[in-house]
């Protein structure tokens, strides 16, 4: 009898641990009830990523420009960067490596390293988002969908997120207190993103296929927490920590430059190989008539319908 309910008792855990790590009960509503959001940003640097006031397009900017660009150059390590030296030559920056101010500033800059930076953006953009009867698909940074798999995007930011808060290629957040939803959904006006975390990494986003070096970054944060705000009453209304990937920032860095470059080869044998002698082929833009749609020269073959490829 012992050993039956041993091996019950066994099964059971099995159930319970298998449940867990396949994340099916990922419910963002935990119920539990949560402080004013002062106390997670209590220290903490602070950012925020919301709509241009002075754009006619709405686009969103940094209003911490000083506060990004700090957070950008201790994720990559470099102190020339922190300090507004990023344009000294090799030589002008042995002459800093040697000086006696540089060993106390590498120390104060290694130190800021482990600060917590808060960012906030927006939890609205145009018609998002969208409440269902099980959860809610938010956007980060106007996107309803990640350029990076299994990450959330703020500009050139990005943030580990698990690969269960995504549902038909879009950000998805899983709640089944529809009391919960509909409260979020009368105030969603007022609502923002409050994600804290700790400078990462300076990763390679993109590779130049013409010359194979890279063409574009972006800043791997190392994720602390993750909530949604009301930012006029100052409540956090819900936790979605649970939701964040906690990731060996070196190995992430390694596997999302392994990315890029897989994109570059790719981009290479789509390319062609470089000839001298182009090949005349028709303006993919206009589609060799030398106009654009509105009547006006095409910019691309400048109105001749036809382009040089050296690339076949």
Known sequence: MKNILAALFFAIVCVMSTYAQTGVNDDVATGKILPLYSQYIEGCYSITYDKDPN??????????????SEFRALSANDIFAYHGKKNMDDLDKAVCVKSGQYKSDMLSFQQKRNEKFAIFTPFVYKDMPKFYGDGFAPCFDGKIRSNFKNFIEIYDIIIPIKPTCFKDNRYFFKCNDTEKLLDLRSR?????????????????????????????????????????????????????????????IATEKQTLESLAKKELQKGKRERGTYHKTPRIERCPTCHGSGRLSNGKRCSLCNGSGTIDNHYY
């Open 55 to 68: 754009s006619g397009t709405g686009a969103y900017k940094f209003f911490d420009e000083s506060d990004v």
């Open 188 to 248: 969603k006006d007022d609502l923002y993103f409050l994600i804290i975390v700790k400078p990462g990494a300076k990763v390679v986003k993109s590779y130049s296929v013409y010359d194979s070096k890279p063409s574009t970054y972006a800043t791997l944060a190392s994720p602390v927490s993750l909530y949604v705000v009301d930012g006029n009453t100052k409540e956090t209304l819900l936790d979605l920590t649970s939701c964040l990937r906690k990731v060996n």
